[in-house]
Nanobody, 127 residues
Framework: QLQLVESGGGLVQPGGSLRLSCAAS????????IGWFRQAPGKEREGVSC????????IYAHDVKGRFAISRDNAKNMSYLQINSLKPEDTGVYYC????????????????????WGQGTQVTVSS
């Protein structure tokens, strides 16, 4: 059973940066697409970014493109989300998720595709 644990969240001022980490255990991430999602208070969970198992393709939501960067290190069984130029509207709980999808050329920011989820890490952007 694949288990995911996020870390790296916190309170940051607008314009600041954070690096979120997603550590996997139980299985290796080699054949899994990784997605990062967030949920703001009172809002539905939304996709932020995803990356294919090979790391060759990354997808970003429109409002984070150019500010967020997803990466993965399969040797360490980790994924990362670098979030820069943070805005108050980036506040929320950030989740990483995994979808067994070996060799795919694409990943998708659709939460129902991902059967494995972490518990989330809180990101609060406020002055």
């Amino acid at each position: 059973q694949l288990q995911l644990v996020e870390s790296g969240g916190g309170l940051v001022q607008p314009g600041g940066s954070l690096r979120l980490s997603c550590a996997a255990s139980g299985l290796t991430l080699d054949d899994y697409a990784i997605g990062w999602f967030r949920q703001a208070p009172g809002k539905e969970r939304e996709g932020v970014s995803c990356i294919t198992d090979s790391g060759k393709t990354a997808i970003y939501a429109h409002d984070v493109k150019g500010r967020f960067a997803i990466s993965r290190d399969n040797a360490k069984n980790m994924s990362y989300l670098q979030i820069n130029s943070l805005k108050p509207e980036d506040t929320g709980v950030y989740y990483c998720a995994a979808d067994w999808d070996p060799g795919s050329y694409m990943c998708r920011l659709v939460s129902r595709r991902y059967p494995y989820w972490g518990q989330g890490t809180q990101v609060t952007v406020s002055s």
